[in-house]
């Protein structure tokens, strides 16, 4: 059964810092991997797909890097609207699809 | 634009039926999966299941296989999650997702939220 495992739980950061959340999975998954923003009484929205790929409209602070089970999503210089909840999700020879825990990133 | 919109919150006594929608519009909605994702309160995104809209495909995931029924109607651009014997632990909100690039989940229903309570 693949795991996604998410770390850490929570991340305290300042505006205009950077942040880094990762993400591991417990087999190989390529690139096959997406990192979801969700913020309070809103549904996911996609920021990263490919491991490395934006999708549409998402800004050039978010960028996501990786292959096979280590994955990062990195923000370049924390906006206040970036402090939500990130979740990676694996795809790779679905199904199954699978989601890490989530990461609270959070103001410090 | 490239849409998918859920039917309305359902509040439910253990025991009953329901059947909850999420019509897609902007996109040809036969030749994209669809996928269903549980959120209970307070916790993380957990894969249901996915249909094929075209042919109606459906996988699941095990942990939900059995437990509802995953449908499309093509010709209404809609697609289906379906409990014939809602208990207190399908209390959650419920998202339908189009699956775009390879796997990822590109565009979101807005969520419809299931309270199931005696």
């Known amino acids: 059964e693949m795991v996604m495992t998410q770390s850490p739980a929570t991340l305290s950061v300042s505006p205009g810092e950077r942040a880094t959340l990762s993400c591991r999975a417990s087999?190989?998954?390529?690139?096959?991997l997406a990192w979801y923003q969700q913020k309070p009484g809103q549904a996911p929205r996609l920021l990263i797909y490919?491991?490395?790929t934006r999708a549409t409209g998402i800004p050039a602070r978010f960028s996501g890097s990786g292959s096979g089970t280590e994955f990062t999503l990195t923000i370049s210089s924390l906006q206040s609207e970036d402090f939500a909840v990130y979740y990676c999700?694996?795809?790779?020879?679905?199904?199954?699809?699978?989601f890490g825990q989530g990461t609270r990133l959070e103001i410090k | 634009e490239v849409q998918l919109v859920q039917s309305g919150a359902e509040v439910k006594k253990p025991g009953e039926s329901l059947k909850i929608s999420c019509k897609g519009s902007?996109?040809?909605?036969?030749?994209?999966?669809i996928g269903w994702v549980r959120q209970m309160p307070g916790k993380g995104l957990e894969w249901m299941g996915t249909?094929?809209?075209?042919?109606?495909?459906?996988r699941y995931s095990p942990s939900f296989q059995g437990q509802v029924t995953i449908s499309a109607d093509k010709s209404i651009s809609t697609a289906y999650l379906q409990w014939s014997s809602l208990k207190a632990s399908d209390t959650a909100m419920y998202y339908c997702?189009?699956?775009?690039?390879?796997?990822?989940?590109?565009?979101w229903g807005q969520g419809t939220m299931v309270t199931v309570s005696s």
């Open positions: 249909i094929y809209p075209g042919d109606s495909d459906t």
């Open positions: 490919g491991a490395s």
């Open positions: 087999q190989s998954v390529s690139n096959n």
């Open positions: 997702a189009k699956i775009g690039a390879g796997g990822s989940f590109d565009v």
């Open positions: 902007g996109y040809g909605f036969s030749i994209y999966w």
């Open positions: 999700q694996q795809y790779n020879k679905w199904p199954p699809i699978t």
